[in-house]
């Protein structure tokens, strides 16, 4: 099974860019269907992005199209999130999540992961 840490949350205000890391340790993350979700206080879970097991399938949320970018590195083991433009309501605990699917293209759906990070805080000043 594989192991996930996220890091490279913080404070940053409206406009600016942050890069969250998840860190892979026990399998490659080639051999997973890789995302990103968020969650706020008093809502659901919400899918962000995802990268399929190929590293060339890739999906946003209507709302970070355009301003987030998914990639991930090999030989770094490493899943990455970059965002910019953020906006205050991007504020929420950013989640690394592994799905390991036989299909290229990952789920929005949070149920068919089945590995999580601990999470790392964003918050998108105005």
């Known amino acids: 099974q594989v192991q996930l840490v996220e890091s490279g949350g913080g404070l940053v205000q409206a406009g600016g860019s942050l890069r969250l890391s998840c860190a892979a340790s026990g399998r490659t993350v080639s051999a997973y269907a890789m995302a990103w979700f968020r969650q706020s206080p008093g809502k659901e879970r919400e899918f962000v992005s995802n990268?399929?097991?190929?590293?060339?399938?890739?999906s946003y949320a209507d709302s970070v199209k355009g301003r987030f970018t998914i990639s991930r590195d090999i030989a770094k083991n490493t899943v990455y999130l970059q965002m910019d433009s953020l906006k205050p309501e991007d504020t929420a605990v950013y989640y690394c999540?592994?799905?390991?699917?036989?299909?290229?293209?990952?789920?929005?759906?949070?149920?068919?992961?089945?590995?999580w990070g601990q999470g790392t805080q964003v918050t998108v000043s105005s």
């Open positions: 990268i399929g097991r190929s590293g060339t399938t890739t």
């Open positions: 999540a592994a799905d390991r699917t036989f299909l290229d293209s990952g789920s929005r759906d949070s149920r068919n992961y089945d590995y």
